[in-house]
């Protein structure tokens, strides 16, 4: 029988996200809300199926997460399960100091993982980028988010918008135009940034064109990069410190 897939940052926020609700120290597999996260976690469309086998994500294996939590709560006195990953400390030093961003961020991978399709069988089609991994809030709100910046129709209304303003599409961040720097190759490119926190993120909301920010790619990387998210205007300021610095 196949191994099952590791727990990723998704699951591991839901899961963390019910520890503060159910303390596995006082409680068991059978308790409703953990057989209700189990049911839940095999819905995300996260795992390809043919990857998992009859005990993914069952209630015992969700407990037993949740139970390795225990070992990294200050709170607990006990020694809690040892035998926890390093993507468990990872995303528990991530949110444990705000937990109202937890609750916001799990919240929101439960009302909107069905507007997914799971991924396709192919092995390239599972494995994670360096985007997946770098993005804080997992998998499901990195793929929502990447949809809406990515709106064709949206994000040429944004860039028409702009060129139209000024002329250029000039990076609302360090300022590169991928025009003035490579010529006829790179006029009318440059990505969109979606700037609403993922946490409040709304699939039946339309996107408004005052929500995007035209980015170049570096820019965009690092923007995704910092956790939790800088805002536009606070890595431009990081990037003329540092320039006035140099």
């Known amino acids: 029988m196949a191994r099952n897939p590791k727990w990723t940052r998704d699951e591991l926020i839901l899961a963390m996200d019910l520890y503060f609700e159910v303390n596995p120290s006082h409680t068991s597999e059978k308790n409703p809300q953990i057989v209700?996260?189990?049911?839940?976690?095999?819905?995300?469309?996260?795992?390809?199926?043919s990857k998992t086998n009859s005990s993914f994500r069952n209630p015992n294996g969700v407990y037993m997460k949740m139970c390795n939590y225990l070992r990294l709560d200050p709170e607990y006195r006990g020694t809690g399960l040892a035998s926890g990953s390093e993507l468990d400390e990872a995303v528990w030093d991530e949110f444990y100091p705000n937990l109202k961003r937890l609750r916001q961020v799990a919240n929101a991978i439960r009302e909107n993982y069905k507007y997914l399709t799971p991924p396709g069988e192919r092995a390239e089609d599972a494995k994670p980028t360096d985007e997946d991994d770098e993005f804080p809030e997992g998998k499901i709100l990195f793929r929502l988010h990447k949809i809406k910046e990515r709106?064709?129709?949206?994000?040429?209304?944004?860039?028409?918008?702009?060129?139209?303003?000024?002329?250029?599409?000039?990076?609302?961040?360090?300022n590169f135009d991928f025009k003035e720097f490579y010529g006829k190759q790179g006029q009318g490119f440059a990505e969109c940034h979606h700037n609403n926190p993922v946490s409040d993120l709304d699939t039946k909301k339309l996107v408004k064109i005052s929500e995007l920010s035209i980015v170049c790619a570096n820019c965009h990387r690092m923007i995704h990069r910092i956790r939790p998210w800088l805002k536009v205007e606070e890595l431009r300021n990081i990037l003329v410190k540092r320039t006035l610095q140099a």
């Open 151 to 174: 709106n064709p129709s949206l994000v040429k209304a944004k860039k028409d918008k702009v060129f139209k303003t000024t002329g250029r599409l000039g990076c609302e961040i360090c």
């Open 36 to 49: 209700a996260l189990s049911h839940l976690l095999n819905q995300l469309p996260i795992h390809p199926r």
